[in-house]
């Protein structure tokens, strides 16, 4: 997959590709969020505050900031009165009661995706079925949904715990999983839970988003037509995590980045062909600050890799869109 081109001197050079993964980049819950917070900073006569990360990219966060985005880790540090926004991976209902106790304007930039796991999560307990929610311990996404349902819901993280996870009645039974997750992974994890569990009940469509499904297919592909694969993504992403977890189960050598500096020039040193793909929740502009950086390093031809996926659109929140219709609101006053 080389070529050689000849320099001004005559001199043979030898070309590497870079495979350019689609899809790739942001997902529709990922764009619905960022401009939310794009269409307040707009209309909004005051400061911007949202708890965690809008999404789980350093690149994203930090623009926001020097815009001036307040990031919180919780509700009791956003002034009471002023404007906050709920992250895209949603917040459980305690949260939603501390927003209210503070008076705060709330936009909820939930991606529908999450929000369909937490009202199965509710659906099923209502039906007298303990909940299994398989997901990573620490995630945003995670949290939001154990607090949908508290004492009847409870957390897996891998076969190992599947293998000895107890339940209440093993006849009424059900389980949901985190959006982000390892395809692989958590149908293996969710087999284990059958074979012990046979009234098990699954949600009627896989919890796992389109766009996590769709990466983890192409980058197996890309994986398997590429010395090295870049995946474009912060330390904080899970589904860019499961990214560079695929191409590495895959065979192929895998780094997660999430800035050109950190790519090493050895990674590349020999290369011919190296693949490009990017997390759910990173920017297309980081992707190319990453290709030129590889150009830098190298003779590279870039060549798509793999087809684009169908638009998919997710409409904004009520309550911004009845925000955007009435005049712009102040800011609380200061003590």
Known sequence: ?????????????????ILLANPRGFCAGVERAIEIIDRLLEIHDGPVYVRKEIVHNRDVVQRFQARGVIFV???????????????AH?????VRRSAVERNLLVIDATCPLVSKVHFEAIKFANEGRFVILVGH????????????????????????????FEVPDPEHVAVVTQTTLSIDDTRA???????????????????????????????????????????????NSSNSQRLRESAAQAGTTAYLIDHPDAIDPAWVAGKRTIGVTA???????????????????????????GKREPDIIFTPPRELLQLEAQPARSAPPRA
Not at 1 to 17: L, R
Not at 143 to 161: C, D, F, H, K, S
Not at 289 to 299: D, K, V
Request: hydrophobic content about 40%; glycine content about 8%; overall charge negative.
């Open 1 to 17: 997959m080389t070529e050689s081109t000849a320099t001004p001197t005559g001199t043979a050079v030898e070309t590497g590709t």
């Open 137 to 164: 311990k620490y995630h945003d996404e995670v949290a939001g949904t154990l607090g949908e349902i508290p004492g009847r819901i409870g957390l897996v993280e891998n076969v190992e715990q599947a293998r000895v």
């Open 73 to 87: 880790e919780d509700v009791a540090a956003v002034p009471v009165g002023s404007l906050l926004v709920f992250s």
């Open 90 to 94: 949603g917040v459980s209902p305690e």
């Open 279 to 305: 997390g759910a929740s990173s920017p297309e502009h980081l992707v190319q600050s990453i290709l030129a950086r590889l150009q830098q390093l190298g003779t590279f031809e870039v060549r798509a890799f």
């Open 189 to 235: 994890i969710i087999d284990t839970l059958k074979a012990r569990f046979p009234a098990l009940v699954t949600p009627s469509r896989d919890d796992i988003c389109y766009a996590t499904q769709n990466r983890q297919e192409a980058v197996k592909s890309l994986a398997a037509a590429a010395e090295l694969v870049l995946v474009v993504g912060s330390e």
